[in-house]
């Protein structure tokens, strides 16, 4: 994969990385950084009322807790000895009902609130009633410390995750959702078309598809 949009004068190479718990205090860190000014966020924890951050803390640690308790795959962009972007990639084989997770939904209610974890859980099922017939990856969690941001290394992760994708058999397809419209041009420069847009509030999640193949990936790597 060509590296000519990092600009390595000023960094070290980047790395990929597989993440495992050893890596679970950066990541949370990096996506509470990445998710807490996010509109979707802002509106499922209510960012008028106190405790908004610790709300936020508290559903990124235990989806991290959540997917890495399933299985399912992390990777991230090492600097040196810094982890400087992460992403958790839903298995195509996973149709997660939030809803059946009885401990997973106690913890949430404990730390995050009876009323945010509902606002979630419904979130969660909107998204699911957009998702293609196909067996597809999701990307439910992604971010780049604020330090790092606008260097090349969101996309270049986004890339790592597209071709992590391709060489699994078992899926067609990526989905990911997002609430930022400026980021829609370049998740539309990566591939992505619309599945349906979510109404949060006064905002909108766009929840967006590509198709993720062998055949594809291997077009996109040559």
Request: charged fraction near 25%; include cysteine; proline fraction near 5%.
């Amino acid at each position: 994969m060509a590296q000519g949009k990092i600009d390595n004068k000023k960094n070290a190479e980047p790395v990929f990385v597989r993440l495992d718990e050893t890596a679970i205090s950066e990541a949370k860190s990096i996506l509470f950084q990445s998710y807490r000014h996010e509109p979707t966020f802002q509106y499922l924890f209510d960012r008028s009322r106190p405790g908004y951050d610790q709300r936020v803390r508290a559903t990124i640690r235990e989806l991290i807790s959540l997917y890495l308790d399933l299985g399912q795959d992390a990777i991230g962009i090492l600097l040196k000895d810094t982890l400087v972007a992460v992403a958790f990639i839903g298995d195509p084989d996973l149709r997660l009902n939030l809803k059946d997770q009885l401990s997973w939904r106690i913890r949430m209610v404990l730390t995050a609130g009876f009323s945010s974890t509902r606002r979630y859980l419904d979130y969660h099922e909107q998204i699911k009633r957009l998702l293609p017939d196909s067996q597809t990856h999701q990307l439910p969690l992604m971010g780049v410390h604020p330090k790092y941001q606008n260097r090349g290394y969101g996309r270049l992760l986004l890339e790592k995750v597209e071709q992590f994708c391709a060489e699994n058999p078992r899926g067609s397809g990526l989905v990911l959702d997002t609430s930022n419209s400026s980021y829609l041009p370049f998740y539309e420069s990566e591939g992505f078309r619309s599945l349906g847009r979510i109404q949060l509030g006064e905002h909108e999640d766009h929840v967006l598809y590509r198709e993720v193949g062998p055949a594809i990936g291997k077009a996109r790597t040559a």
